[in-house]
């Protein structure tokens, strides 16, 4: 009889662990995801998407075929990589990194090409609590362009934000008093040292993405971070850090691009 009750008692257990495991995520109001960082969940979560152009930050990641099941196989998925300055304009540059997937808490702009609607994405994931931002110095300028994704809504007046009635080429603008600000998974940009400028979006723009060789020489040593702050190389050769896996990283506090 003890050995039923043990093995009674172990399924509880058993049951009890898997649903820990289980993620629901909300893309309105937010969702704490701390007790799950580090943790692989069955992570389920339902995204309204408009026609054209939208933000996109989630606390795990999807590859290519993901995201094509996701939002259709011609949508594009682009990721900040420089600002320059021309004239009273802060140009924001944009790169296709959709080959590369989507990582956990990155801010992305996302091209979809449907009927505006609500995506579901179901799927066994790493999930991470881990906040990350995209942060530039604006080339012939002095101010700074950070673009961050949301963990809960927030009014966002004073940021940039992409609007949902005029998308079609990304165009951030900055929120004013009466908007609905930014809801859960979305993303923002923030400017500092300027009190109110003009963005345009640029896509694919030729050099915009900071190469290793502006940075450091070849025969350096450094360390490699991802854009959460994690090391996930220590003392290579600059040199080498065009064999890492492709995605955003961070050398010598500046944002590495690798194809």
Request: hydrophobic letters at 40%; aromatic letters at 8%.
């Amino acid at each position: 009889m003890k050995k039923l009750y043990l093995i009674a008692a172990m399924a509880v257990a058993t049951l009890a662990a898997n649903a820990q495991e289980k993620l629901t995520l909300s893309t309105y109001n937010g969702t704490n995801v701390s007790a799950f960082d580090g943790k692989v969940c069955s992570v389920t979560t339902n995204r309204y998407v408009f026609t054209g152009w939208n933000t996109l930050s989630l606390p795990f990641a999807m590859t290519q075929e993901e995201l094509n099941e996701a939002f259709g196989s011609d949508c594009r998925l682009e990721c900040l990589v420089g600002a320059e300055r021309v004239g009273n304009t802060i140009c924001i540059d944009f790169q296709d990194c959709k080959a590369q997937g989507l990582q956990a808490n990155t801010p992305y702009i996302l091209y979809y090409t449907g009927a505006p609607g609500t995506k579901r994405i179901a799927k066994e994931a790493l999930v991470s609590d881990a906040q990350s931002a995209l942060r530039f110095d604006v080339k012939g300028g002095s101010e700074t362009v950070t673009m961050v994704g949301t963990r809960s809504h927030i009014d966002g007046v004073g940021l940039y934000g992409v609007l949902a009635r005029d998308n079609a080429e990304a165009q951030f603008v900055k929120v004013a008093q009466g908007l609905s600000g930014f809801y859960a998974t979305r993303c923002y940009i923030q400017i500092s040292g300027a009190d109110d400028v003009q963005l345009l979006t640029r896509h694919n723009v030729a050099g915009a993405a900071t190469s290793i060789q502006s940075v450091a020489d070849a025969d350096e040593v450094v360390d490699v971070y991802n854009t959460a702050g994690m090391r996930v190389a220590s003392q290579i050769r600059a040199s080498e850090v065009g064999n890492l896996q492709s995605g955003i990283y961070v050398v010598k506090g500046q944002k590495i691009l690798v194809r």
